[in-house]
């Protein structure tokens, strides 16, 4: 029999994390051969609720569940972890101004970063989910030096999955006829879906469409928007479809994507399609045996490259803004 995958869950007793958790546990993540140990951190306030959904857990008495640990210091939690998923940060709260979201989240994930780089597996794989993720995610794999930069990622596939939901929608046709979709960019109302490269049951997309005026305000803006939409109908953020995409990425790292599609992952670029080396941004990726791969060579049109620049240049705003503070 193998031995279990241990899977570090950050901000567990948070919403995201009522859905995340009991998915992971079930084999959603890794398959029904797999057992999993959840290590679950959370802040110290919110261990108490914690130890409640950890009993939740054990009354799903799921197969595939080897074992769960909780506590608040990630130098315990993240010991041996072979994944990481990083969903608890701290939220926007009134008044808030962008530099003291930065910092607080900073004083977070240069902690994590450091405790990752001490203590997980040699084979671990760190996905961000909280926000700002991309920069949350610079952050952590600035203060890891140990750990190669590939091993990082933010999660635009809560975007992505938006995307081919919208352009099935308008087209009538199943999710499954949507393939090579991508974000490009920040997972931020910057961020840009980009048709010109999906397909449609194999057809360009953006000519299937064949309405820029759509594409370019409605289709861009609703799945920009998407999170506030959300928020406005529901009087809280999304939460199981921002799990169920956190999901959808950490599988497709480790397994691999679908032959012939992609998938949208922000990584540190190595600068292809010119963003600035080492920022971590959105791309169309493939994935085999846990590595991923920037998909080279599409052709980028002035449309495009208008959108794509000006997300990566919200990104650099960021990098200098948490350079000054100290944090990378
Ligand atoms: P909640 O506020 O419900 O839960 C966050 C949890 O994190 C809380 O339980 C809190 O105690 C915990 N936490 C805070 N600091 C921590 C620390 N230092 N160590 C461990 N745990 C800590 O938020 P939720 O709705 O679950 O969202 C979590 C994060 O995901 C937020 O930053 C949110 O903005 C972000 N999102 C990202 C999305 C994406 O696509 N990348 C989409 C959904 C979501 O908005």
Redesign the pocket.
């Known amino acids: 029999s193998n031995s279990p995958v241990k899977v570090a869950v ?9 859905s995340l958790l009991f998915r992971i546990a079930s084999g959603a993540l890794l398959g029904p051969d797999t057992p999993v140990q959840l290590r679950l ?3 110290e ?2 261990l108490k ?2 130890e409640g959904v950890v009993m939740e857990l054990d009354d799903c008495a799921f197969p595939t569940l080897a074992g769960v640990e909780i506590g ?1 210091d ?1 130098n315990v939690i993240f010991d041996g972890a072979n994944l990481a998923l990083l ?6 709260t009134k008044g808030m101004e962008r530099g003291d979201l930065l910092s607080a ?1 900073g ?2 994930f240069t ?2 970063g450091k405790a990752l780089n001490d203590h997980a597996a040699d084979d671990i794989r760190i996905g ?4 700002p ?1 991309n920069t949350n995610a610079l952050i952590a794999m600035s203060n890891a030096p140990d750990i190669p930069r590939e091993r990082f990622s ?6 992505h999955n938006r995307a081919i939901s919208q352009l099935a929608t308008k087209l009538g046709v199943p999710v499954t006829e949507i393939t090579k979709m991508t974000i490009w960019g920040n ?1 931020s109302a910057t961020q840009y879906p980009d048709l010109f490269h999906a397909e449609v049951g194999g057809r360009n997309a953006a000519e299937a469409v064949g309405d820029q005026e759509w594409l370019e305000n409605t289709f861009i803006p609703t799945v920009a928007k998407r ?1 506030a939409a959300i928020i406005e109908a529901r009087g ?4 199981a ?2 799990a169920s ?2 999901i959808d990425a950490a599988r497709d790292w480790l397994k691999g994507s679908a032959q012939g599609d992609w998938i949208s992952m922000a990584v540190a670029s190595d600068g292809s399609y010119d963003v600035p080396e080492g920022l971590i941004s959105s791309f169309p990726v493939t994935t085999k045996n846990g590595e991923w791969e920037i998909v080279q060579g599409l052709e980028i049109d002035d449309f495009s490259r208008g959108k794509i620049d000006a997300s990566v240049k919200e990104l650099q705003e960021e990098r200098d803004a948490v350079k000054d503070l100290g944090l990378i």
């Not at 809280?236 to 939460?239: E, L, P, R, T």
């Open positions: 950050t901000g567990a007793a948070g919403q995201i994390g009522y951190l959370e802040i306030p919110a609720a914690l608040s990630p969903v608890g940060a701290r939220p926007r989240n004083a977070i902690g994590q961000v989910t909280g926000n993720a933010a999660l635009t596939r809560l975007d997972h999170g809280a953020s999304s939460a479809s921002a995409a956190t």
